[in-house]
């Protein structure tokens, strides 16, 4: 079996508990063509999306990664997948393919063919970036402005800003610009000084030895890495708290992390082109909790 390992999905009914799952999903060869012209993900990036690791053989925290599949598709108003079919699809693809290594799986729901009838939807499994570099020697970031001031979500919710769309357009642009300014990677601040995200991952910061992360406001993603690790570190006995964040207060933060599915903690080690410290503890004590199997 070679890698991208590809299932399409016919998707059921959210509500559909009759069907049997199996026969409503196949392998499909992923060099060959599978999606219409007038699909909807490709012409307007008009659909969601999930990534999770599959950490040798296991698939990390998939019921999170539902929930927030699920989220998304009642924020774009797009039909609320059917998790017993999306729980086999991912049962079944995990027996495909490689137990040793670390994998990225990903799962789309789109809008569909333009004119309808029904949503499109595929699973598809890849070798995941090797990310070690970034894991233990950390990386450059800087700080970029996204546009919208911090009361966004709420006067405009139509910017779906809380939802895991496929529209990564503005987010890749902002990573080229990051790239262009010599960094890594970067994150997004509001237009009046609070901290968001990154393009592909949350922020978590420790200030005055507390873990800190930005309010889940429906203007940034709920990670679900950081959701994890907060959990983690809570079980530890380390304060933890979601609050609003200054752009100031990241920059006299104790450490930063950036956080995600795949690449796992990475520390921040230059803020702005001023140097952060890298705390080689807590950091590898991440690392060897987010690579270990989690449900
Ligand atoms: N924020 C954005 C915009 C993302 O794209 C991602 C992941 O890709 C995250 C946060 C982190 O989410 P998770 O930890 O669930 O991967």
């Known amino acids: 079996m070679s890698l991208p390992y590809t299932l399409l999905i016919d998707p059921l009914a959210a509500d559909d508990a009759t069907s049997a799952t199996a026969g409503t999903f196949r392998e499909i060869d992923a060099s060959a063509p599978a999606l219409r012209v007038g699909e909807l993900s490709t012409q307007r990036g008009d659909g969601i999306f999930e990534t999770i690791a599959v950490v040798d053989g296991h ?3 998939s019921e999170p990664h539902l929930a927030r599949l699920v989220r998304s598709a ?3 108003d797009l039909p609320v997948p059917n998790l017993r079919q999306w729980r086999a699809a991912i049962a079944f693809a ?8 670390e994998l990225a799986m990903k799962l789309v729901l789109s809008r569909g063919v333009e004119h309808g009838p029904a949503p499109t939807a595929w699973l598809s499994v890849n070798a995941a970036s090797d990310s070690t570099d970034a894991r233990t020697k950390g990386i450059r970031v800087v700080t970029l402005d996204r546009g919208y001031d911090h009361g966004v979500a709420e006067r405009a919710p139509w910017l779906l800003l809380g ?8 987010n890749m642009a902002a ?4 790239h262009r300014r010599g960094a890594d990677d970067t994150i997004f601040v509001t237009s009046d000084g609070y901290v968001m995200e990154g393009p592909t991952s949350s922020v978590i910061a420790r200030i005055d030895g507390v873990f800190v992360t930005p309010k889940p406001s429906g203007s940034i993603l709920a990670g679900t890495t950081q959701a994890s690790l907060f959990e983690h570190i809570r079980e530890h006995d380390f304060p933890v708290a979601e609050r609003d964040i200054t752009v100031e207060e990241l920059r006299r933060a104790d450490a ?10 990475a520390p921040v080690v230059e803020l702005d082109g001023a140097p952060l410290a890298l705390d080689a503890e807590a950091n590898a004590a991440f690392t060897r909790y ?6």
């Open 256 to 265: 930063v992390w950036l956080v995600s599915s795949v690449r796992l903690a």
């Open 163 to 170: 939802a895991k769309t496929l529209s990564y357009a503005v």
């Open 175 to 178: 990573l080229r610009e990051a």
């Open 59 to 61: 698939v990390q925290e």
């Open 74 to 76: 009642e924020i774009c």
């Open 94 to 101: 995990r027996e495909q393919v490689p137990v040793e290594g």
């Open 290 to 295: 987010l690579q270990s199997p989690r449900d």
